[in-house]
């Protein structure tokens, strides 16, 4: 079944503004991806996140990692028109080698208006 | 450029018909995937490869063949198209505990 859910699954905002997504998981992880897919494109990797985390920036990203609560969100800051795109948690359950996949969620769809 | 490249973009194919999308990566990974998004834009993985070997193998129907004739490619072969074969499949490799890289994805349209 379906690893994550995210929320939410749409979100307008304007340029400048801050977007804040979370996702959710159900079981254990081991980490946990985000990624980001412009419309008709393939996926791209943002940033990973280790379940022995809880915080990690990557320029204008940050996420954020709540084992307890199975839980992740992913903050940018200062949106920018070229940040609309669909975003993406993905988590990792077994050790990393070589039987590891990504599972994804269901995906947020953020709009950024000028 | 590095990349995982696969091609063709789009494919529009009608039932019944075998069709075959390739795959090939230059960033030296050992590991590649198949993922299938469908229309609801849900990503699922169907199958992974490591170093040439089969690794994981999801609930795929048995038309779905994989092949990886080096760890720089993974192609699938499709036999017996069906019109719920229609998605956007993505290849992607990874190294170790790192993240993926994505291909740009074939939009598969079965008519």
């Known amino acids: 079944s379906q690893q994550g859910e995210e929320d939410p699954q749409a979100l307008s905002i304007q340029e400048g503004e801050n977007a804040t997504m979370n996702c959710s998981y159900k079981t254990s992880i081991n980490n946990l991806q985000w990624y980001r897919q412009n419309s008709g494109r393939g996926l791209v990797h943002l940033i990973l996140?280790?379940?022995?985390?809880r915080e990690k920036h990557s320029g204008r990203l940050r996420v954020t990692l709540d084992t307890s609560k199975k839980s992740s969100s992913l903050l940018i800051t200062a949106s920018r028109a070229a940040d609309t795109a669909s975003y993406f948690c993905a988590t990792v359950m077994g050790p990393t080698g070589t039987a590891s996949k990504l599972t994804f969620g269901t995906g947020t769809r953020l709009q950024v208006t000028l | 450029d590095t990349a995982v490249s696969q091609t063709p973009k789009y494919l529009v194919t009608q039932m019944g018909n075998d069709k075959s999308i390739k795959c090939e990566q230059n960033l030296g990974h050992d590991t590649m995937y198949w993922y299938k998004q469908d229309s609801k834009k849900f990503l699922k993985i169907m199958f992974s490869y490591n170093n040439k070997e089969l690794i994981i193998n999801e609930t795929v129907p048995n038309r779905f063949s994989p092949k990886s004739p080096d760890k720089a490619h993974l192609n699938l072969h499709i036999n017996s198209l069906e019109l719920g074969d229609s998605a956007v499949y993505f290849c992607?490799?990874?190294?170790?505990?790192?993240?993926?890289?994505f291909g740009s994805g074939t939009r598969l349209t079965v008519v």
């Open positions: 992607a490799s990874s190294q170790g505990a790192g993240g993926y890289t």
């Open positions: 996140i280790r379940s022995n985390e």
